[in-house]
């Protein structure tokens, strides 16, 4: 892949381009979280104003479980 000229080959090069470019890759989540890839999109009419950290693993289970086992089949 090259952007701007330059190859980007790797996450630490591409990281480096984004700054090159003005651009910041990287969105705070917390403080005990790491920071996390920004979208590479931004949108002028929608800005994401809130990120937050991914899901722990099962975290959403129930809820997802109790969605899906209140629908009927149809097949």
């Known amino acids: 892949m090259r952007r701007a000229g330059r190859a980007v080959g790797d996450i630490g090069s591409a990281f480096a381009l984004a700054g090159d470019l003005g651009l910041d890759p990287r969105i705070a989540v917390g403080d005990e979280f790491v920071d996390q890839v920004a979208h590479p999109v931004t949108y002028s009419r929608t800005p994401v104003d809130h990120y937050g950290p991914p899901p722990l693993l099962g975290q959403h289970n129930d809820s997802v ?11």
């Open 65 to 75: 479980r109790a969605t899906y086992s209140n629908k009927t089949r149809t097949s």
